[in-house]
């Protein structure tokens, strides 16, 4: 873990906002960031240069997807993740925990692990904290999540603390492979392993879990099952019961969120790092964001609109095409469509993110933060 | 017309090879040239900054699709198609000949011209040699092509000979209504109105029909009705017969053709423009062409294989990504394997025909014509 460590570089003084530096054994992360989502080894409808024009610095893969085709073992065998597609920036790769709960409809849970079902072909496999340790050692990530339990929203007080409680003893056993793992695999980069705060929407069972994850160590710590259906003040309340807890000197990870709106604020309450499908599956149904909210492509009244998406934006979509034409690739399916929008939103975030972050550092993040609620209507 | 002219720069002293460049009103053609399909305003999967990247001089835009979607009427209100995509270079646009009888599943062919059902609706349109030329002067694509009747394969020779009478007769009213339109149009650069030989199989038809249209003395003619199910004899049979006919200085186009070995037969009997939906189509099914033929990527050999799909080529696929990923990305549905594909296949295509000028020019191509059969093996 020697190339892996967080630098603070500034707080706001009004609200818990932080600005810093990721250091990891593919360079430099600047934080607060958006982490695009590439599921399958591709940001979808993105090539690697055009996510470095979009200056994405740092993309998530998922174990679960990875795993199942083409296999963490093919991918490790090519080199790793970062080799395979072609991407020498930092990647984080998710644990499987959310997909095996979301995506396998028949799953089991024991202390073991989790047994799934393939979404693909209904093949059964078993993921154990050791196993997903092995996957995410295959596939080499800079950053990779414990396998933990997501639970679902609304979750009984029992079953959340039951289900925490067997989060905290897979992270113990994470770590415990993680090491083993890192001591045969010295011919790759060194991998940072983060911690999950679970406990649903009960604050004490958050701050059990954040205190006993601290306990352990980790480089950085994430908030999980958040953004799974409950209200969103639940949400910020978890994350403002969490985040004071959670170490100044490490990353602080808010996983699957989300909107424009609740990056914005989720940054005043302390959250560096983010993840979120909201832009680039947004933007496959042609919905873009821009700094008054979204806007839908697919809407008659850009029939004949010549305007950019956005008037001040410097992205290669906004620079050369209008939505008249956007609209039109929309309407007849075609696949240029879903790029440009992809593009444009992958942009939108890694704009958002940098706005906030000089914002930080010039101490007028409380100012920015309403300026841009005031000009910001999601609908 | 005083924009478009064919400046013929050389000829091959064994074959019927030619070298040139096309003048026009968005900029110079160097022939021979491959036009990629741009059917909707797009080359699928592509943007226009690839487009360019891929050293695409050309793109052929369809009448019949871009009639029924945006409208020809939309795309000239908001500049015209080159303004409307994006595009500054040349665009050529086909008459919707071909399409009304391929897609328009219930077509009524009258003197007046082609009633059918649109693909999408099944609402009923007409086109005639007049429409169509308000719509190519709509689109205001730089070279444009007169509305003809593709005759089927096989096709009666009785048949033959009215439809290809036929055609004649409307090439008559298309250069009518297209010379009342500029006349009209003058706010928009000139556009340059080819004819098309038809005649089916039968080479005295297709004699008939190149000598009627060459006292028409328009600036451009083009091969039309093969590649439609005969023979390959057949068609290089018919190309033959044509292209002596067919005044010197003016460009010669073959329509629909085709794959790579066909380009090097055709140049060979003196053609100097092509346009077909094999590099694009090929590739979004996972097809890619190489100078020793095609390559299918989703074949289970490739899947560990970190080589480019071709180890001399520049294009940015092969030269940032390895057969096995673009492997994985076919498996799984991803369009960035589309997109990949279709940038390789786009730029082979334009430096097979890059490559065949410079031998023209050198005065060695029948050479490099038996270089490449040698080498290139279709499948």
Redesign the interface.
């Known amino acids: 873990m020697n190339d892996f460590h967080y630098e603070l570089i500034a707080e706001d003084p009004e609200t818990g906002a932080r600005a810093g530096v990721l250091h990891t054994p593919h360079g430099k992360i600047e934080t607060p960031i958006f982490m695009p989502v590439g599921t ?3 940001v ?6 055009d996510l470095i024009e979009a200056q994405v610095q740092i993309i998530l893969g998922n174990a679960y ?1 990875l795993y199942l ?2 296999g963490h073992e ?1 991918i490790d ?2 080199g790793g993740l970062h080799q ?3 991407w020498s920036r930092p990647i984080l790769t998710d644990s499987g925990g959310f997909q095996v709960f979301s995506l396998g409809d028949l799953n089991k849970i024991s202390e073991e692990g989790v047994r799934f079902q393939s979404h693909l072909d209904g093949s059964s496999h078993l993921f154990t904290p050791e196993s997903v340790m092995e996957i995410e050692h295959g596939l080499g990530a800079d950053i990779i999540m414990a396998f933990d339990e997501c639970t679902p929203y609304p979750c009984e007080r029992d079953y959340a603390e039951k289900s925490m409680r067997m989060t905290l003893r897979w992270a113990e056993r994470c770590i415990k492979r993680h090491q083993e793992l890192s001591a045969q695999r010295t011919h790759r980069p060194p991998q940072a392993l983060f911690g999950i705060v679970q406990g649903s929407i009960y604050p004490d069972l958050r701050r059990t879990c954040a205190q006993e994850l601290i306990q352990m160590d980790l480089p950085g710590y994430a908030i999980g099952g958040l953004a799974v259906g409950e209200p969103r003040d639940s949400m910020f309340g978890m994350i403002r019961e969490t985040t004071p807890l959670l170490p100044n000197s490490k990353p602080r990870y808010l996983m699957g969120v989300g909107l424009p709106n609740d990056l914005v604020e989720a940054v005043g309450a302390g959250v560096d790092m983010f993840d979120c499908v909201v832009p680039t599956r947004n933007a496959r149904n042609g919905t873009v964001f821009t700094r008054n909210g979204r806007l839908r492509l697919k809407n008659a009244g850009h ?2 609109d ?1 305007q950019p998406l956005e008037s001040d934006c410097a992205c ?1 979509t906004c620079s ?3 939505r ?2 956007l609209r ?2 929309f ?2 399916n ?3 469509g ?3 929008a992809t593009f444009h939103n992958v942009f939108f975030f890694q704009r958002l993110m940098r706005d906030m972050r000089d914002a930080i550092i010039s101490g007028h993040f409380a100012a920015w933060q309403a300026d841009f609620f005031a000009l910001y209507q999601d609908s």
Not at 44 to 49: A, E, G, I, V
Request: glycine share 0%; aromatic share 8%; charged share 20%.
């Open positions: 399958q080894a591709t979808k409808t993105l090539d690697q240069h997807h085709r083409p093919l065998r090519m395979f597609m072609n029939a004949e010549p290669k050369h095409y209008s008249a034409y039109h690739l309407k007849t075609e696949v240029l879903m790029h440009l």
